[in-house]
């Protein structure tokens, strides 16, 4: 069971008002959906609409950094893990730094993201980020993800999207899951590190719409000396209707998972032959978590425009256990801690789009409101082999937010366009803590505009011009925190919202047949920096920071059988401004390329595999100490045994290299050191080379 946490007095009063908002939401799409049903339209909305290339990004895209992944692209991709579908997107990373059960954590743009900070993340337009999370701002587990569900992926970097609100500065993943399946699926696959997955998902047709099922339940130890025995269930029920001039979509998800992890390690215990290299100081780390949603979205298109709405509601839990100084704070029963988070989340989204003529030009506006509210109890707690020992501090958090925005595109001349917008948030925090210094409200908010030049195109090349002002929010705790829990010493606490500020410059060009290529130069400067802190497990607030660099892409399709994705990024990450301890931002990523060719079509055989360079990162302000790089391959091989029957298999890790999929630098405490413990690169090694089989049939 998780850790449940003391009872508060207002818990009636939660449930209540989940209660209220959940009714409320079954109400609303009940109500709504009869008198929608007649409306008069042309039916564009609710369907994502997929470019197969660039050509036809060229004349819609506002910059050089968007794009869509194709189901297609998606399916030839070897993950070890769902999360790293993300990595079709061009310059991003992801990966872990402990058990399977924890968020990943992501790099992209000069960034460490950390489980998802500056990187807003979205499924069927459900926010995956959590505000105010007991591990860390922004905390995105992907882990309930179904890879066979996702109709498609769509990313936008930078802060320059008047749609995209908080943690999108770095840029924002959009992902989407699939109103019915051409076929059923069954999938059942078996490999080494006690790996086994089945999977069953199918739809029907019930009365207009479409009913659609889906069952994941998965098993996995990992290389590890104490092995992960990481379990988890994933389900999903969606029912749609996506003919006429309204199209909607209601679906229930279910996640559970639990684990035992392998944290980073001190890189002296394992040269010194205390623990191999897969071994852990403190093998009761681990955790459980689970999330339940309930969504739905409504497009509906008429003669006064297209209107797009969603709401939901969703529950997670989580109940984390880490270790990262060992015996540094208590030399007796070690330092491991408790990080509890419960929350309900609920949220609605609303915009319309029309085209009206303005001094004779046709202008393209969309508004929209956002709207979240999240209850939330979370808690710090010592720990030894996951029983309590002491309360840190506990808090209940109610956080609300309203989001308005406002974009507008307009065709100037034949070769330039614009795409302008503004955007407000307000945000309130109510902050209960056991410590009554640490209570308190806050109130914030900002404006941030935006603005893109499009140029061209010329020989089916356009050029683009960005700039745009975002934000991320703080941990609520940390807004009205005036006294350090642990310590007792005084604090400051921090402003809600932070603005980050971009540029960018790009270019994109299908000049080539069957090549598409994209290059953008940007920078992008933050108020306050969010970064992780290894020795206390979670992010906090720092100094002003600035990022320039460049992205590159090229996506080549010469015949139908062969596709070959290429990107590589470059940053320069620093905090501004002097200080004695330097001006690297540790962790911060520098070099990034990835290579990924894919073969089908050509009889039976199919196969892909994916080459990645993830470089190295200062861990210290000073750039004295470095992460290595790390050059990974992963590949998959299959035959098609029948129409509806094949066979796949996919291998990790091929090279089996012995890098790190995460570095850091702090003081940590082994037994037998002395009290004030030892600066050391603490390291948590990639996972060893590792092969599945997977059978899947379509019925």
Known sequence: MLLEGNKRDNNN?????????????????????????????????????????????????????????????????????????????????????????????????????????????????????????????????????????????????????????????????????????????????????????????????????????????????????????????????????????????????????????????????????????????????????????????????????????????????????????????????????????KRFQSAMNLSHLWVNKIAGFDVENKVGVQFQNDVIDNGLLSTKERQTLSTTRKDHINQNSVGIFYQNSIQWLEKFRSVAGVRSDYYWFNVQSNLNANSGNRYDSMTNPKLSLIFGPWAQTEFYFNYGSGFHSNDARGTTSTIDPKSGDPINNVNPLVRSTGYEVGVRSAIIPGLQASFAAFRLDLDSELLFVGDAGTTEASRPSKREGFEASLFYMPTHWLTVDVDYALARARFTGSDPSGNHIPGAIQGVGKLAVSVDNIGPLFGSMQWRYFGKRPLTEDGSVQSNHIVTLNGQIGYKISKNVRAMIQGFNLLNTHAHTIDYYYTSRLPGEPAAGVNDVHFHPIETSSVRVNLVANF
């Not at 009869?34 to 004349?59: C, Q």
């Not at 003919?243 to 684990?259: C, D, E, H, L, V």
């Open 13 to 341: 009063n939660t449930r209540q008002i989940i209660t209220a908002l959940i009714n409320n939401y079954i109400v609303l799409a009940l109500t709504a959906l009869p008198s929608i049903a007649n409306a008069a339209g042309v039916p564009t909305l609710n369907e994502i609409k997929v470019r197969a290339n660039t050509k036809e990004l060229i004349g819609t895209a506002s910059s050089a950094n968007e794009g869509t992944v194709l189901k297609e692209q998606l399916n030839a991709r070897t993950v070890y893990r769902p999360g790293e579908l993300l990595e079709t997107v061009p310059g991003l990373i992801v990966t872990q730094h402990s058990g399977e059960g924890k968020a990943n954590q992501y790099f992209l743009r000069g960034f460490n993201l950390d489980h998802g900070t500056d990187l807003r993340i979205t499924v069927d337009g459900m926010l995956v980020n959590q505000r105010s999370h007991g591990h860390g701002q922004g905390w995105a587990d992907t882990n309930f993800l179904i890879p066979e569900l996702m109709s498609n992926l769509q990313y936008q970097k930078g802060p320059y999207y008047a749609s995209q609100g908080d943690f999108s500065s770095a840029g924002a993943v959009s992902m989407n899951y699939l109103d019915k399946l051409p076929k059923g699926i069954v999938t059942w696959g078996i490999g080494q590190q006690g790996f086994m997955r089945g999977l069953v998902a199918k739809s029907h047709e019930v009365g207009r719409g479409n009913f659609l099922y889906a069952l994941e339940l998965l098993t996995k130890d990992g290389p590890w000396v104490k092995h992960e025995d990481f379990k988890k269930f994933n389900a999903v029920l969606r029912y749609s209707q996506d003919t006429g001039p309204t199209k909607f979509n209601i679906t229930a998800m279910g996640y559970g998972g639990n684990w035992n992890s392998t944290d980073q390690i001190p890189q002296r215990a394992v040269a010194s032959g205390l623990i191999p290299r897969l071994g852990a100081i403190d093998p009761s780390d681990g955790g459980e978590s689970h999330r339940f949603s309930l969504s739905s979205a409504l497009q509906h298109t008429g003669r006064f425009g297209a209107t797009h709405f969603n709401v939901y509601t969703l529950h997670n839990n989580l109940a984390l256990f880490s270790n990262f100084t060992y015996f540094l704070d208590d030399p007796v029963n070690g330092d491991q801690f408790s990080q509890v988070d």
